[in-house]
């Protein structure tokens, strides 16, 4: 049976041994800290004084590296954190957002859309799982929605994918025994297993460790949390924007999620390419 196109649980088809994703998973794992004491010594070396209202470090130091420009400490406008990045996404002075910086890891996902995501080059650091070292005879696949809605499309693409599966797990035992000779085990295992991945298709799920500051990460929403954007890629960057969207509001509160007809959502805003 094909995965319901409406459950976020995995589906897991016993007679294949393939265990079949079908939306990412985001974790927020690190986050900025401020030193005030640092911002204190360096606004009273200079004569002035100065509090945000924010309590996200990220916010916090963008607001400070804007202020910086100006030296604008001494009178700011009233309305706080929110009021000041409002102006910032406004009159599109980017280069702020690149202090702040978040650490995500992002698993469920393909590596066909880990190709894509790793063109997001400036603003961004990846470090991603290695199938040379690590085992992939757990089968883990992610699926096309467009494939999982239909049974026929669904059994087809789970065909494909258990046979290369199955072709992999052959030729990792039958390289082992290849290299028996070779007396450093770990070597003799990733000799095996890189030889062996090149048969892995794109649907292999993987797992990969991001880093990126706010101006690269609203990049990507706006590029990927598109309709013009490829669907798994899609729900990956409207999962991110959710996630900062609770983590700094005044950076990520602009955008509103709006409904497509594939029943995915897209992101939208008035500050685009800031």
Not at 138 to 143: F, G, H, R, S, T
Not at 209 to 218: D, E, H, K, P, T
Not at 243 to 265: I, K, S
């Amino acid at each position: 049976m094909a995965a319901s196109p409406t459950s976020s649980m995995d589906a897991f088809d016993s007679s294949r041994d393939v265990r079949v994703l079908r939306e990412p998973t985001v974790y927020l794992v690190g986050r900025q800290l401020v030193d005030p004491s640092e911002i204190d010594r360096f606004l009273a070396d200079h004569g002035v004084r100065w509090q945000t209202d924010t309590e996200v470090a990220g916010e916090h130091l963008v607001e400070a590296a804007g202020r910086v420009c100006y030296m604008s400490f001494a009178k700011p406008r009233p309305g706080g954190n929110k009021t000041y990045l409002d102006h910032i996404l406004e009159v599109g002075h980017g280069s702020v957002l690149e202090h702040a910086v978040w650490n995500f890891v992002v698993t469920g996902v393909s590596r066909s859309l880990t190709h894509e995501l790793v063109r997001h080059r400036a603003g961004w650091a990846y470090s991603q799982l290695s199938q040379r070292y690590v085992d992939e005879s757990v089968a883990e696949y992610v699926e096309p929605d467009v494939i999982g809605e239909d049974p026929e499309l669904h059994a087809l693409w789970l065909e494909a994918v258990a046979h290369a599966h199955r072709a992999y797990v052959r030729l990792v035992e039958r390289l082992a025994d290849k290299f028996k000779d070779e007396p450093d085990k770990t070597l003799r295992r990733k000799l095996a297993r890189q030889a062996a991945r090149s048969v892995l298709p794109n649907a292999t799920e993987t797992k990969i460790f991001v880093s990126a500051n706010a101006r690269a990460l609203r990049h990507f929403i706006e590029m990927r949390a598109s309709r013009h954007a490829e669907v798994e890629i899609r729900k990956l960057a409207v999962k991110v924007l959710e996630v900062m969207q609770v983590e700094a509001p005044n950076l990520f509160g602009d955008y509103r999620l709006e409904p497509l007809p594939d029943g995915t959502r897209e992101a939208v805003t008035a500050h685009r390419k800031v």
